[in-house]
């Protein structure tokens, strides 16, 4: 079935650094990737979509200076949290929509989550 | 305002029962409704995909209906089993436009021995 990677799964960094997450699709073109955050016990919600080749639409509160993505490819996307702060721990996930696969088209397969936290 | 909503928030079921999860949306133009399983600290893995037309959709032993009369989908889970405890997210798409899915809350489910 249709695979989406993440890299790295978990991530501890300090304060004021940067990390970046890659984000993949293995087996199939994911013309937009979607990039979520969840905090505990809360629904995902959408930070931002990219589509391959053009600048990512942020949603309303999400800083884009601060997360930046990167959409260089059909396979491949990356969000990269600037100067990390410890209210930015969360779990972050992509996703990708696939216009073919084993569910359909036009059906959003999720990574596995990477988890963020700040020290 | 597109919405989706979910329930129960929380269910706590004995193994080998079943369960019915809600869902009711206000999506509009409606284009597809999905059912999602999401373990906790992992992804949502899709498990069932229903356009319009179309009233259920079974996935082994889950089982999705939907009413685009009512716009309301039920996810049915036979014979529960202990793996079956995540949170069950309902997404509906509207057609046209950028494609943004709306996102219900989730149902936590609980499966105990």
């Known amino acids: 079935g249709a695979v989406v990677s993440q890299h790295p799964s978990w991530v501890i960094c300090k304060s004021g650094t940067s990390v970046k997450i890659e984000c993949r699709s293995l087996?199939?073109?994911?013309?937009?990737m979607f990039w979520y955050r969840q905090f505990p016990k809360q629904s995902l919600m959408l930070m931002a979509t990219?589509?391959?080749?053009?600048?990512?639409?942020?949603e309303q509160g999400v800083e884009k200076d601060k997360f930046l993505i990167n959409h260089a490819s059909l396979t491949l996307s990356t969000l990269t949290v600037t100067s990390a702060h410890p209210e930015d721990s969360s779990f972050y996930i992509c996703?990708?929509?696939?216009?073919?696969?084993?569910?359909?088209?036009?059906?959003?397969?999720f990574g596995p989550g990477t988890r963020l936290t700040v020290l | 305002k597109n919405q989706v909503e979910q329930s129960p928030q929380s269910l706590i079921i004995l193994e080998g029962k079943n369960c019915t999860l809600q869902?009711?949306?206000?999506?509009?133009?409606?284009?597809?409704l999905r059912w999602y399983k999401q373990d906790t600290g992992r992804g949502p893995v899709s498990l069932t995909i229903m356009t319009f037309s179309e009233n259920t959709k079974s996935n082994g032993r889950y089982t999705a209906t939907l009413d685009a009369d009512t716009k309301q989908s039920s996810l049915h889970i036979t014979a529960s089993q202990l793996s079956d405890s995540a949170s069950y997210i309902c997404v509906v798409s509207a057609s046209g436009g950028s494609y943004i899915p709306t996102f219900g809350r989730g149902t936590s489910l609980i499966v105990h021995p």
């Open positions: 869902c009711n949306y206000t999506v509009s133009p409606f284009s597809n």
């Open positions: 087996d199939f073109q994911a013309t937009t």
């Open positions: 990219s589509n391959e080749g053009s600048k990512a639409t942020y």
């Open positions: 996703s990708a929509r696939g216009t073919s696969g084993p569910m359909g088209a036009d059906t959003q397969y």
